[in-house]
């Protein structure tokens, strides 16, 4: 398999998150939220752009049929554009939790966003599993979550999986078209001393991709739940991967440099060929 390609800039990033990919405009998104950066690499030519946040920011989704994103920011989901840049926060769901941030987040085929909160200090079970409907309102759909991330959507069998980095944890709950969630059950459980489940994406085959933190590598796993194959890669702390590309065949991987200062590649941005295509992500609809 060939060697993992370092995107060329002059930036690591501290705990790069977020992954999306932009068909409308051909480039992949990225973020880093203890930087309190956004990141836009453009295939065509390979141009990164880069943009300071006023707080963390998490993940980024676009919308559907309006231009902009929705972002999830320390405070909560708030409307971005860029170039220039606008930032309106619409809705804290945590006001009484201000240690807490966003963290890691999904649409769905109805174009609801799935999001997740957690500690800043990752040391407690405070953060919890949001869902954004599109008509604006919010609901809290699962608590006591340490590190939410993911979450993953798989169609085929109408699950949605849902990781606790900080149990080493991957959930899988059966979703319906209203968006409610049935029995949590554990899907997948790891030993943290071979890395932590991070990001997680969907395959067209149904495959589920996760990235490992503090594990150096992304991992495919059948819909029975079996290692299918693992990707190593040239830095520990492997926090996100994405499909893009106009075939979906391309995977894009996220890494974290704080705490693994002393890897030349930490907090890089790797390209990397997965075998299989992946799915177009599905935009928010509000």
Known sequence: MPQPRVIARDHRDLLGEGLWWSAREDSVYWTDILGRKLHRLRLEGGQVSQWTMPEMIGWIIEREGTPGFIVGLQSGFARLTLDPLTLMPFHDPEPDLPDNRMNDAKADRWGRIWAGTMPVTA???????????????????????????????????????????????????????RGELGKCEPFLVF????????????????????????????????????????????????????????????????????????????????????????????????
């Open 123 to 177: 040391d407690r079970p405070s953060g919890a599993l949001y869902r954004l409907d599109p008509d604006g309102q919010v609901a809290c759909i699962e608590r006591d979550i340490i590190i939410a991330n993911g979450p993953a959507i798989c169609e085929r069998t109408s699950a949605l999986f849902h990781t606790d980095t900080g149990r080493a944890t991957v959930y899988r709950f059966p979703i319906d078209a």
């Open 191 to 286: 030993d943290p001393a071979q890395g932590r489940p991070d990001g997680m994406t969907m395959d067209a085959e149904g495959g589920l991709w996760i990235a490992f933190y503090g594990g150096g590598r992304v991992s495919r796993f059948t819909p029975d739940g079996e290692l299918d194959r693992s990707i190593a890669l040239p830095a520990s702390q492997i926090t996100n991967c994405v499909f893009a590309g106009e075939r979906l065949d391309r995977m894009f991987v996220t890494s974290a440099a704080a705490g693994a200062e002393h890897e030349p590649l930490a907090g890089a941005l790797f390209e990397i060929e997965p075998g299989v295509r992946g799915l177009a992500p599905h935009r928010y609809r509000g």
